[in-house]
């Protein structure tokens, strides 16, 4: 590991921390996508490329856009509401930053002895093939589970129009 | 040393995501928020997958395991945002607490 994983994984968890602690659903939602933007990066860098696309091109495109369209659904807070909402939110939210600095502490000083059997590139199948032809039935459930999502959306807005 | 020295450098920052993630989940009243918290913990697991691949070699297989995780998060977070927009429309409100006390 070195400076920039690490630098990448801080950029990382400040992000997150504004995510949760941010009282616009906009900003949390742009933050999300920012996570998954660095969270591909590290993913390159630890030698997954190709899924470090999907989680950029997926997670970092797809589901923010998802999220914004259905902020952009709602309708906002009145000024005196939206107000009381950030202060109830630093009542609530408080702890976090707190708690956060106290876990990474503690695990930083608690280094426990890990036995690692492996550390070394295997050279097995290549990704293609392992997608393609060994795990082929992740790709039937997969199917199934894009089909189940399509149909449990087209019944949920037929009911929402018929109502 | 050094592989180890890695592992738990990662197991820390992918804990702390969690407990972030986490903490969103348990303290927030919006619906959207609990699913942003609900997404964060999947970038975790994400990372450690990913983590798991690079110490133990298996490139392969981890990469094919997280495309099938954000392919079902993917499925997952749109019917929860149908159903998030279903609930809006039929309370007026994203507060979890408003249909909370709606089922009481």
Known sequence: MNNIDLFLLLVMIIMVLGTVM????????????????????????????????????????LIPVIFITVISLTKPLKKDEEKQESIDKIHRFWPLPVLIVL??????LY???IELKQFMTVYGPDVKEMVWSIRQTDLIGQIAILLAGAFAILILFK????K | MIDQQIMWTYMIFVTLIIVSG??????THNLMKLMIGLELMIKAVTLLLAVAGY??????????????????????????????????????????????????
Request: aromatic content about 6%; hydrophobic content about 55%; proline content about 2%.
């Open chain 1, 103 to 108: 876990i990474g502490a503690g695990m930083f």
């Open chain 1, 22 to 61: 941010t009282s616009g659903l906009l900003r949390a939602a742009l933050g999300l996508a920012v996570v998954s933007a660095v969270l591909s990066a590290l993913m390159y860098r630890i030698g997954s490329p190709i899924a470090a696309v999907y989680e950029l091109s997926v997670c970092a495109g």
């Open chain 1, 111 to 113: 280094k426990p002895v």
């Open chain 1, 159 to 162: 009911e929402m129009r018929s």
């Open chain 2, 55 to 104: 110490l133990s070699g298996h490139i392969a297989l981890v990469q094919s395991l997280i495309i099938t995780v954000i392919v079902i998060e993917v499925v997952v977070m749109t019917v929860a945002v149908g159903v998030v927009l279903g609930i809006y429309f039929y309370t007026g409100s994203l507060d979890a607490m408003l249909i909370r006390r709606s089922k009481e």
């Open chain 2, 22 to 27: 986490l903490y969103c989940v348990i303290m």
